[in-house]
């Protein structure tokens, strides 16, 4: 158990607040947020979004010892990742979309991410810079070259103090190696590989070399018209740089060892949970399909999000997970009216908390749901600029599914379809989150009292 979390209360777990108000992206199509993501201290937090931008975050370094502003954070650094590219050869736009970030652990005092769109992952460096150097022989003061004739005395450069800058630089560019869309980037506990993964193929990365990568898991039929399933997630266990685990848009998760065989295609575990007869229907393969994948922090379950439920799995037992939990249920009648407007087809991802006893995941209307795994409590809680006063408390939403309405609820007939939460991310050691809801960002902090 994280120290700082402990075993989270019913006045720590529902009671959230709005840390200062809302953090607007931009109003444009290309402000909508992709991805959120926490540094591994929880110092830093990134989005991308759909025009292909990063913005990182930095906690208020004097919020820390004041309890009741401990989540306030602001902008630290904003560049553009990914540019749109068009591919000649087969007349495909790629466009420059942030799919996924990840951190890699502070090894000085720079801050190293990843970052990839559909085809291109990048490596980018974050520093710091507050001196600049002066007194240069061979250059002027702006820089240009002076004629060597002239110097008749040599000075030590110096550095001066200015204002400080933080500078983005790209590191390594890994691309040509993806023929459909990457949905998937996972760091290995090894630091030293990555792996990226898309539809039906899963390349591992040697962050030194950039030119080449090794396919580890390849699903694409010889006849393309016998597929029957995509690779939907992929991360890497948390601490055995051997083992990773990939999901499928059939509902399954594979485990894979790759001491066992240099070409994963034969998986070591398979978690796969009997469909009930009675509640098969048309829309049963497409709410099975598992939009994420998580490993535990311990390395022990892995966490799974398809279209209505998330479920929690024990490596230890593959023929049906140990936990399920009801993220909308009352959306099982609206799915023939979902799959036509495409909301069926929405990918929603899933977070632990740093001690891995509660879940978080996303809905519709703005709503997102935490699950308590020690007392099986859950709550609905709702991100909008209505009640984003700083330090205003969340009240717990309930939805009607039908006969008489009481005055706190909402029908499930008024919800707003457009206005969904698919990203979210916790703090890994206190409780804070960020939730991304369409191009604006909240961060919420637990109640103190």
Not at 173 to 198: K, L, R
Not at 268 to 291: A, C, G, L, W
Not at 425 to 439: G, M, R
Request: with cysteine.
């Amino acid at each position: 158990m994280i120290p700082g979390i402990g075993t989270l209360t019913q006045d720590t777990l529902w009671c959230f607040s709005q840390v200062k108000g809302t953090i607007e992206i931009g109003t444009t199509e290309a402000d909508i947020i992709s991805t959120v993501e926490f540094n591994h201290t929880g110092e830093l937090l990134a989005t991308g979004d759909k025009g292909g931008r990063v913005v990182i975050f930095q906690r208020e370094q004097e919020s820390k010892n004041q309890i009741h502003r401990r989540g306030e954070y602001n902008v630290y650094s904003t560049f553009q990742s990914h540019e749109p590219e068009f591919d000649y050869l087969k007349s495909l736009e790629i466009e420059e979309k942030i799919n996924k970030i990840r951190w890699l652990p502070q090894q000085n005092a720079a801050y190293f991410l990843l970052s990839t769109n559909d085809k291109t992952v990048k490596l980018w460096k974050v520093s710091e810079r507050d001196k600049r150097p002066e007194g240069y022989n061979l250059k002027d003061e702006e820089g240009r070259l002076r004629d060597p004739a002239t110097i008749t005395t040599l000075r030590v450069p110096v550095l001066r103090p200015m204002d400080l800058m933080v500078e983005a630089t790209p590191r390594r560019v890994f691309a040509n190696a993806h023929t459909y869309h990457i949905n998937s980037i996972s760091v290995n506990s090894d630091y030293e590989t990555y792996m990226s993964a898309d539809d039906l193929r899963i390349n591992l990365w040697n962050f030194e070399i950039t030119n080449q990568s090794f396919n580890i898991v390849d699903i694409k039929p010889a006849n393309m018209e016998e597929l029957t399933e995509v690779i939907t997630a992929a991360e890497f266990h948390p601490h055995h740089c051997n083992t990773f685990v990939y999901s499928s848009s059939k509902g399954t998760i594979r485990l894979c060892d790759m001491r066992a065989s240099a070409l994963c295609d034969r998986h070591t575990k398979f978690f796969e949970e009997p469909e009930d007869p009675s509640n098969r229907s048309f829309f049963s393969e497409i709410i099975s399909s598992i939009s994420d994948v998580k490993f535990s922090h311990s390395g022990r379950y892995i966490m799974t999000r398809d279209y209505l439920t998330v479920k929690v799995w024990d490596l230890n037992m593959e023929n049906r997970p140990i936990e399920t939990y009801q993220v909308h249920d009352y959306l099982r009648s609206k799915l023939c009216s979902l799959y036509e407007n495409d909301c069926i087809f929405d990918k929603f991802e899933c977070v632990w908390n740093g001690s891995d006893s509660v879940i978080m995941t996303g809905s519709y209307n703005n709503f997102f749901r935490m699950f308590d795994r020690n007392t099986k409590r859950d709550v609905t809680l709702e991100a909008s600029r209505e009640n984003s006063k700083p330090r205003a408390i969340l009240k717990p939403r309930k939805v009607c599914v039908g006969g008489k309405r009481r005055k706190d609820e909402i029908s499930v007939d008024s919800l707003d379809f457009s206005k969904k939460i698919l990203h979210t991310a916790w703090h890994p050691s206190e409780n804070i989150i960020a939730v991304a809801a369409t191009n604006n960002l909240y961060i919420f902090q637990d109640k103190v009292n």
